[in-house]
């Protein structure tokens, strides 16, 4: 029985954390290359949306994933070039790409399948040793983008056009085309995010399905301290949050209350940026433009 | 070069017309995108339009339902503008008014007034309660972002995001656990009539007394931020805070005092909706927009009081004249989102406008 449980519970957190960590990914990118990027709830919006609609008219998930990512990079082009092209406050480009994304799918969906509320099902990505594909995908790439982000010159370079892009233009690093690569790829991977939850958890688009999702992925970037391994420790304890909130409410538990578990990741990042549950610090030149000197 | 002695008043006119050419030009730009897409939807542009204006002021009551969509919007734009004026960017607006709703509905449904008093004096007395509490609420909410920036450091936008999620689940569990008559209904327990807000201000429609409380509140906002020594420190920092605290003036202080007077603001919102509309605390899972609204009012209003209800009465508009679009014309409401998402990023992306200004004086001097 208990076995049982932990072996639910193992599950539930691993599928509840996939869509958080894949997002944080790109948030991290992003962030470390000195452009804050709120708009990886949209971003994700849009893809689960395209992902299911690539998968609809061609029956391919593969052809879905690929339309959920590049999706997710067209629709963070917008935010690159809004930020890093015409300096604009990248929180109100966040926002205003947040608000578009609820009103393009909804558009999408009333033309493409002339119904409100969702999508027709599509097939599924495949499990593989019972649990989604999309699991090992954003494990497997958390260890890539660490090993990108602190082993290879191109992410120090990323890096320090985020901490101080002075110093790295001065040395010769291309500031403006280092924090595209942090957008876009925080697009290709939030994208990714929005094609597991709709391809990946479930097999259909449900009008506004992502729900916060977007903003939990930013909070686990600042928990997990912009750091790959720190957003996966943060995204399973969400993840754990999330799902032992699942599981209390169907075992009819009520010790503690589900919106608790609900607000849990939230407070805990609070904490944490307030310097309670260890510190956690910004990119210096994060939300900063970065106006060349002529 | 001749340089002629500018009077005050064409100084003035000039820069009114500095401030309002690219909300003009953003907002003109959203129409655009939104016809293209009306055009995608295989719809008549010119009759969804005519369906537009027909909603939103077709008739008496129609004008007085978009009022309605514009006073919460008056409140949230003024919140939104006097923390941006600050220097801080308060996307919390969302979480403070929800507090704000439960706090209103708590003073409006538990005070009873004595029924021997004159109705007048008991309503304006209970109104005035409710609607406090709503606004402590919403300041005490966003204070709590201000104090972690004044003595922690931490930035304002992730505070207020993860607080907007906090206090959804926090009203849900409040709504779920101590506000509903019973365990079935989705909603709270209704307010005391006493404390409803009076409606019907133009016949026929919901358009209530909070109309006066939010524009007595863009004029407190005004005088507040331009004729009171408060108001000049609250500008002062957000313009210059090194400057600033050089000066004298404490930079920690104006952060809390600015964060806390935006969120009374929120609070306001959360409060007169509340009290003049919904009479109760409805169940929710999501957010009712009029915090997001708020920013896109306060940007294309220019963070200026008689510009945000400007502004307000705009996307007020946009809020009723959309779905009234999509049941008179078919064009689906989601047009409205799309406009509303497209007006705030030209206008946030303001280099676009100064890129074009500047390659139309490059060309200039070029053929000169």
């Known amino acids: 029985m208990t076995l049982a449980l932990v072996g639910i519970l193992v599950t539930a ?8 960590l894949l997002a944080a990914l790109g948030g991290i990118f992003s962030e470390r290359s000195g452009v804050v990027n709120i708009a990886l709830e949209g971003i994700m919006l849009v893809s689960s949306f395209v992902a299911v609609w690539a998968n609809f008219v ?28 015409f300096k604009a406050d990248q929180t109100v480009s966040g926002v205003a790409l947040n608000l578009a994304a609820v009103g393009l799918t909804e558009f999408l969906l009333n033309r493409v399948w002339g119904q409100g509320g969702g999508s027709p099902a599509v097939n599924r990505v495949p499990d593989l040793f019972g649990l989604n594909l999309f699991v090992y995908v954003a494990f497997a790439l958390a260890l890539v983008a660490h090993w990108a982000l602190f082993k290879t010159s191109w992410g120090l370079r990323l890096r320090a056009v985020g901490e101080h892009p002075l110093a790295a233009d001065t040395v010769g690093v291309n500031v403006a085309k280092m924090r595209y690569w942090g957008v876009l790829l925080s697009g290709a991977l939030a994208g990714l995010a929005g094609a597991s939850l709709s391809i990946g958890l479930l097999s259909r688009f449900v009008h506004g399905m992502t729900a916060g999702k977007g903003f939990i992925a930013l909070a686990a970037v600042i928990f997990g301290k912009w750091n790959p391994l720190g957003a ?29 578990f609900g607000m849990a990741p939230y407070f805990l990042t609070m904490l944490a940026l307030a310097g309670f549950v260890g510190r956690s610090t910004a990119p210096a030149a994060s939300g900063v433009p970065y106006e060349k000197a002529h | ?86 220097g801080l960017f308060n996307i919390g607006v969302e979480g403070q008014y929800l507090v704000a709703q439960i706090a209103s509905v708590v003073v409006g449904y538990a005070i009873k007034m004595p029924a021997t008093w004159p109705p007048f004096i008991a309503g304006m007395l209970h109104v005035t309660l409710a609607v406090s509490a709503g606004a402590l609420a919403g300041a005490a909410w966003a204070g709590i972002v201000g104090l972690l920036k004044a003595l922690r450091g931490v930035h304002e936008v992730i505070n207020s995001i993860m607080l907007n999620y906090i206090a959804l689940f926090l009203c849900g569990w409040l709504l779920n656990n101590y506000l509903r008559a ?57 313009l210059a805070p090194g ?50 609204d708020g920013i896109a009012v306060a940007l294309v209003g220019r963070n200026h009081p008689l ?45 676009i406008w100064r890129f074009l200004k500047n390659r139309k004086l490059k060309a200039e001097v070029k053929s000169a």
Not at chain 2, 186 to 213: D, F, N
Not at chain 2, 319 to 338: F, N, S
């Open chain 1, 13 to 20: 957190t691993l599928r509840a954390a996939t869509p958080l």
């Open chain 1, 58 to 85: 061609t029956g391919s998930w593969v052809v879905g994933i690929l339309g959920g990512v590049v999706a997710g990079v067209l629709y963070s082009g917008l935010h690159a070039v809004a930020s890093i092209r």
């Open chain 1, 232 to 260: 996966i420790a943060a995204t399973l304890l969400f993840g754990v949050s999330e799902s032992l909130g699942t599981i209390f409410q169907t075992l009819g538990v009520t010790a503690i209350p589900t919106q608790f």
């Open chain 2, 1 to 86: 070069m001749h340089v002629a002695k500018e009077s005050g008043l064409s100084k003035a006119i000039r820069d009114a017309v500095e401030a309002i050419t690219v909300p003009v030009l953003a907002t003109i730009l959203g129409l655009i995108v939104g016809t293209v897409f009306i055009l995608l939807a295989g719809k008549d542009p010119v009759q969804a339009y005519i369906a537009f204006a027909q909603a939103v002021a077709g008739t008496p009551r129609a004008f007085g339902e978009t009022l309605v969509s514009t006073i919460p919007l008056i409140f949230t734009g003024l919140a939104v503008s006097l923390a941006f004026r600050s």
């Open chain 2, 182 to 238: 019973s365990s079935g209904q989705a909603s709270s327990h209704a307010v005391q009539p006493t404390a409803a807000l009076t409606q019907g201000l133009i016949e026929g429609s919901r358009l209530h007394t909070g109309l006066w409380i939010a524009l007595a509140a863009a004029l407190v906002v005004w005088v507040i931020l331009w004729k009171t020594p408060a108001g000049y420190e609250i500008r002062s920092v957000g």
């Open chain 2, 243 to 292: 400057a600033a605290e050089y000066a004298g003036i404490s930079v920690a202080k104006n952060t809390v005092l600015a964060m806390a007077l935006s969120g009374a603001l929120a609070g306001l919102a959360g409060a007169v909706q509340t009290l003049g509309v919904n009479r109760k605390f409805f169940e929710t899972t999501a957010f009712v927009g009029y915090g997001f």
């Open chain 2, 307 to 351: 510009g945000v209800i400007l502004a307000a009465l705009l996307f007020g508009a946009l809020a009723r004249g959309g779905p009234q679009m999509q049941a008179a014309a078919g064009v689906p409401k989601a047009v409205i989102y799309i406009v509303q998402g497209t007006v705030i990023f030209f206008v946030a992306a303001e280099g």
